[in-house]
Every structure is written in C-alpha cells, then in structure tokens.
C-alpha cells in the first residue's frame, strides 16, 4: 500500500451558510425545531424564508466542507468533493475552499438547481437552527468522483447529510469501495437524527459490512441509531461493530472507544456560547487531524474538543483564529 498524499478527503454537501440572529419566539412562529435542521424542497421556499431573515453573515459551509476546512487550518493536506452549481454562490464556495489549500476540482453543474444554501437562526442561548435547500449539492453523480483522489487519502470522510439523494448515495458508496481497496480508512459522521429515522437501515449495515472504520455521533444520533436511550448501552452496542466510535456529548465533553480502549474529554471552557453552527463538525476535525498525525485516543478527542471550543465561541462555522497555535497552547 502507496504512503497516503492526503490525510483526509471529504465528500458532502456544498454549501454557502447564511447566518442571522433571531429570538425563540421567531423559531415557534415559523414552525421550526430549535436546534434541529429541516430541508427545504423548493427554491421558492428558501427565497421566502431569506426574505424574513434579519442582516445575515455569508459563509461556506456544508458539514464535511466545514471538517476539511478545519483539518486544513491546522496543517493537514485534504481534498473535498461535492457539487455546485455554475453561478454566483457557487463560485464563492469553490473560491472560499480553495483559498485555505483544499483539492476541490468538482466541476460546476450548469442549470437548475442553484448551489445549495442553509438559512442559519441563532437564538440567544447560540443554538443553531438550519433550514437547508440543497439545490445542485444532492445531483453528485459517481461519474464526479476524482477516484485517484480518494485511493490517495489515509481517510475518507463522508456525511449523513448526503446519504438523502440517490445520486450522491450512489457516489459514496462507489467511494467506499474505492478506499476500502486501497486499504484506506473510511469515516463517517450519522450528521442528525432525521439521517437516521430516513436511512438508519442502511447505517447499520455499512456498519455490520464492516465499511466503516471511524464512526461520528452525538447522544441523540447514538440513541437513535441503537434504538436506545440508555446511553452506556448504546455505547457499547456500537463500539463492538466498528474500530473506532466517538460520541459528542455537548458540555459533557466526549467519548471515544477505539478497539476496545475508552477515552473522555470535557468540553473545553469558553467565555460564552455564541453560535453552535459548524461544534460537530470541527470536533471531527481536531479528532481526524489526530489520527492522522498518529496521536492517541485522548491527544485526538482533547484536539476535538478544542477545535470544537473555538467555533462555538462565534459565529459561523469556519475557525477564526490560529488552529495550530491554539493546539499548540492547550495540548503542551
């Protein structure tokens, strides 16, 4: 097996971020879950719920978007496939992904749809609440898979998110055979709770298939996916199907079986909660980043907890600050 020229190629939805603050109030009035994301099917849709938004921060996003982004701020060398589409919000996201280091040769999708957008309300408590409408993002064809990328990567990272359409379904599933017969890891993070009620069955046999290697989960996505609530339970149902299982729990801090080995971490101290978008997302960075470099279970889950830390302390979900300089003062 060929030394690896990448650490991590991502595969996931493309996505601009808009952010705008709102009150719980707003949340209740529009019929949102707070601290949940829903899709929307229409462009008309998404055009009617910008137009209540108040002023907005613009952003790429896209969950294993925002993971490579944050691998890449700390000095791993990645690539991201997913689509846009050829027009303005498209050329932001392709401009924004490069402009950090990040392989990103996808080619644009001309016509309709539109590049995906997630309309981000953050309450004042930071939780985030997404609408999505995933526009050209959900029409990944196989055929837009760079093959030499993926069989180039230590670890491929794909999202839950794009399990939903069945273009994109397909393409990561070629992918996984792709990194599998190279020998290289695959990673997968479950992304939410609606993922699973829609396509649990399948997580769980990529899971019993052994296809996966590095597994993402928040309590709720946990429990859902091994239908229970009892949270040790759960663990150790899952952590005896694949190598390594992590489970985000939100001020408690994380768990991370790996072949049998448990760690923990708490969640780092902050000055306040700001804006939640993207915590998930760069913890799986700082924990990727980890592995990749071959540090530990506990070095890697502690350089999750701090990318987390970092991009909860403001808005948007792309770091804001020195990774490497961070990690470097918190882990000694």
Known sequence: ???????VVAIGNAIVDILSQCDDAFIAQEGMAKGSMQLM???ADADALYAKMGPGIEASGGSAANTVAGIAAMGGRCGFIGQVADDQ??????????????????????????????????TPDGQRTMNTFLGASQFLP?????????????????????????????????AIEVARKGGRKVAFT??????????????RKLIADGLIDILFANENELAALTRTDEFEMAVAQLSAQVPT???????????????????????????????????????????????????????????GAVCAAEIISHFGARPQVDLKALLAGRLG
């Open 190 to 203: 479950l992304s939410d709770v609606f993922c699973i009620s829609r396509h649990g069955d399948d997580f």
């Open 89 to 122: 919000l498209g050329d932001v996201f392709a401009h924004d992904i490069r402009s950090v280091g990040i392989q990103f040769d996808t080619a644009a999708r001309t016509g309709e749809p539109t590049t995906a957008r997630c309309l981000i309300f953050v």
């Open 245 to 303: 299982l992590v489970v985000t729990r939100g001020e408690q801090g994380a768990v991370a079986i790996q072949n049998g080995v448990r760690a923990e971490v708490d969640a780092e101290p902050i000055a306040a909660v700001v804006d939640t978008t993207g915590a998930g997302d760069l913890f799986a960075a700082g924990f990727l980043h980890g592995q990749a470099q071959g540090r530990d279970l506990q070095a890697s889950l502690k350089m």
């Open 41 to 43: 099917f229409s462009p």
């Open 142 to 174: 196989e055929a837009a898979l760079d093959r030499q990328l993926i069989a180039d990567a230590a670890i491929l990272y794909l999202e839950g998110y794009l399990w939903d359409p069945e273009e994109p379904r397909a393409a990561m599933r070629a």
């Open 1 to 7: 097996m060929s030394q690896p020229s990448y650490d």
